[in-house]
């Protein structure tokens, strides 16, 4: 593994544990070269999955986009790692269950809001800014309020 402060390509594994849902193992390594410690996450890849866009076009998807994504939401919020982490597993998990190799962007979406939505309002709030595109600030009172009702 390549370590992402110096480059030098040896890393010594110093610690390796599951995910809380067995789906991943957690790999904690330090480069020989500059000391330097970071972390690792090992998947099981059951299968290359294409997102197709709102315009029709196909990319593969790509699971640190995914979890980019939410950790944009999620930013400055007290939300652990380890339940970032279980959330993309968990719309990956589901992703692969459906059973279809091409998955629309909008379902990839849905799954990120019903996810944020268990775990922190504003994330999902900022989520769905973008994600559904709001343009003026009666767009946020709208879905603050269908938010607030929903209770």
Do not use: H, W
Request: glycine share 4%.
């Amino acid at each position: 593994m390549k370590c992402p402060f110096c480059g030098c390509t040896d890393s010594q594994v110093k610690d390796s544990r599951p995910s809380e849902d067995y789906s991943s193992i957690r790999r904690r390594r330090q480069c020989p070269q500059c000391g330097g410690r970071f972390t690792t996450f090992e998947y099981i890849q059951s299968r290359d999955l294409i997102v197709v866009k709102k315009n029709d076009i196909r990319v593969p998807f790509e699971r640190e986009k995914l979890q980019r994504s939410i950790l944009l939401a999620l930013r400055k919020r007290s939300v652990d790692a380890d339940k970032v982490e279980q959330m993309v597993n968990s719309i990956i998990s589901r992703l692969e269950k459906c059973g279809e190799s091409e998955i629309q962007s909008s379902y990839i979406g849905e799954l990120v809001m019903e996810a944020l939505l268990g775990v922190d309002k504003v994330a999902y709030v900022r989520y769905a800014s973008v994600y559904k595109n709001f343009n003026s600030m009666e767009d946020f009172k709208e879905f603050a309020a269908r938010l607030t009702e929903e209770k």
